[in-house]
């Protein structure tokens, strides 16, 4: 298997990394300055992109977002018929809309480093980590496929959803807790003044778990930030109303107890949907066009049903295909009533 990974630092370092120890594969980097990713022995050699992609079985663009509606539009105009191609970024919408292709899948792993560049890939970065992925209507069902298994093999749990979702969420859970750690460590250098000399001696393990992601990359955020700009002004001012409304709690002397124990229980949940569970197998024969397999795997994602695995079989006319889907059990008799509703029978 060829590889071509666009941008050797963390994360393309470490798909380079994973796929020459778990693939076998031969990846071939695409990087201005791709000496640490050759050291390091997360690509096998550096070529210009046309070279690279040319004969690709996969690609991974992991480029900025500032570049990344650029950088996949030129891999595509360049990749080779059936080479599956994806991203690495944390903004989907944009990128998606403009990659028009059935090659072409949205892809965002949760992973990540205290440290960047190739020096600080991983092999094991993405193990047990979620992987989003985001088809489109003109993804094909077989590539979709093939990225779903090949992220496996790379250790990752792959879970399919929409673009616009996808970018909400990470606009609550990752983009707004940058955003409030960097308004934590401004007031807490503030608060210190001329004390500040003593540094971390001041402040206690939670502040250090707040704010640990303070000030990350400033020109890698920077471009997040204002790639999703009005999902992050959303998740901004829901904030800000929630904190106003501590604020006045607090200035009329009510006890914070209940938001308190409102947030155990939030936080106690998450950990709970995280644990997984036994999965059901649901079997459907599925007509062979442009974008079904995605709108199946969509469906279920709206309803909150990940896709832990999947497999298509085409017929031998190749008119159809066996589509065999794996759902936590306890989502089975859902899952089996979407499907009825897109007019399969599981």
């Not at 980097?29 to 690509?43: K, L, R, S």
């Not at 992987?131 to 298994?149: D, F, I, K, N």
């Not at 859970?173 to 409030?180: D, G, N, Q, T």
Request: charged share 20%; glycine share 10%.
């Amino acid at each position: 298997m060829r590889v071509a990974v666009v941008g050797t630092g963390l994360i393309g370092g470490s798909i380079g990394l994973a796929a020459r120890a778990r693939l076998g594969a031969t990846v071939v980097g695409v990087d201005p300055e791709p000496g640490a990713a050759i050291e390091t022995g997360a690509i096998d050699r550096a070529a210009p992109l046309a070279e690279a992609v040319a004969g690709a079985d996969a690609v991974f663009v992991a480029t900025p977002v500032g570049v990344l509606e650029e950088v996949v539009g030129t891999v595509l105009a360049a990749a080779p018929p059936g080479c599956l191609v994806t991203d690495t970024g944390s903004v989907k919408r944009a990128v998606v809309a403009a990659a028009d292709d059935e090659r072409f899948v949205g892809g965002h792993p949760l992973a990540g480093a205290e440290g960047g560049g190739a020096r600080a890939a991983r092999e094991d970065l993405f193990d047990g980590a979620t992987w989003y992925l985001t088809p489109t209507r003109a993804t094909s069902g077989v590539q979709l496929e093939r990225l779903h298994r090949l992220l496996t093999a790379l250790g990752a749990r792959p879970a399919v959803i929409d673009a616009e979702a996808h970018d909400g969420v990470m606009a609550a859970v990752s983009h707004l807790p940058h955003v409030l750690a960097n308004v934590l460590v401004g007031q807490a250098a503030a608060a210190l003044g001329d004390d500040r000399a003593g540094g971390w001696a001041h402040v206690g393990p939670s502040f250090r778990d707040a704010t640990r992601v303070a000030g990350a990359n400033p020109e890698l955020w920077a471009d997040i930030y204002s790639a999703n700009a009005d999902a992050l002004v959303a998740e901004l001012d829901a904030a800000i109303a929630a904190l106003r409304d501590a604020r006045d709690d607090v200035a009329a002397g009510r006890s914070l107890l209940g938001r308190q124990l409102e947030a155990a229980a939030h936080r106690e949940a998450l950990h709970t949907a995280a644990a997984g569970g036994e999965l059901a197998e649901l079997r459907v024969v599925v007509p062979n066009r442009p974008g079904v397999v995605a709108d199946i795997a969509l469906t279920l994602s709206r309803e909150g049903i990940n896709l832990a695995d999947m497999s298509l079989a085409p017929s031998p006319d190749m008119a159809t295909g066996a589509l065999a889907l794996w759902v936590p059990r306890d989502c089975d008799d859902r899952a089996r009533t979407l499907l009825a509703d897109l007019g399969l029978t599981a």
